[in-house]
């Protein structure tokens, strides 16, 4: 819920200010603001659990927003070549994990962390209430279809921040989805149960990244 209000926010914000701008003929230099943006969605995904992620964007793009307004003379946009080499070597030593899939309790809290690589899990056993699932730079893929559900439903908190997430239910789980998007997208990629045994809530945020659900 913050996430989504939050993003909200940020959308109002920004509408506002080019609309005085175009109301006015006021020169706004809006495009030295635009990292504001990122940052925006790095406190979002801290706030969501997402530290490490989240305290890497927000880093980052306060840099490149200070360089924009002045603050400092580093040209931060001379770094954008060794940022893209960091990032490329850290997806490719990263990618070793996919290959592998561990399997976790189903009645401890899920929590999954894939920043710079790769993660897949598979959720296996009786007890499952939901957890965590975030994935910055990277992308992370949970099997739910050996967990079975306490009670009715189970949450599951989702955030996206240029990565993408998968989540495999059931065929007979219902998925309910919460979830706020900005510059991204979330699918469903399944039918709906006609009787289902048990609801999946996918809460969270996605910021230029996909979550997927499928079975």
Known sequence: MFGRKYAGAV???LGTVFLVGSLTGVDLSLWKW???LLISAGIVSISKGNWKG???VVGLFSA????NLGVWSIDVSALWPVLLIALGL?????SKQSSRR????ASQKLKVDSLFSESNQQADGDGFTGGTVSATFGSAEVDLRSAVVVGSSATVDASVMFGSVTLRVPPDWAVDIQSSVMFGSI????PEPAEP???LVVTGSCWFGEIQVTS
């Open 11 to 13: 959308l109002v914000l």
């Open 34 to 36: 635009w990292p504001a």
């Open 54 to 56: 989240g305290l890497i």
């Open 64 to 67: 490149i927003l200070l360089s």
């Open 90 to 94: 850290a997806i490719f030593f990263g």
């Open 102 to 105: 561990d399997t976790v309790d």
């Open 187 to 190: 699918e469903t990629k399944r």
């Open 197 to 199: 045994k048990a609801r």
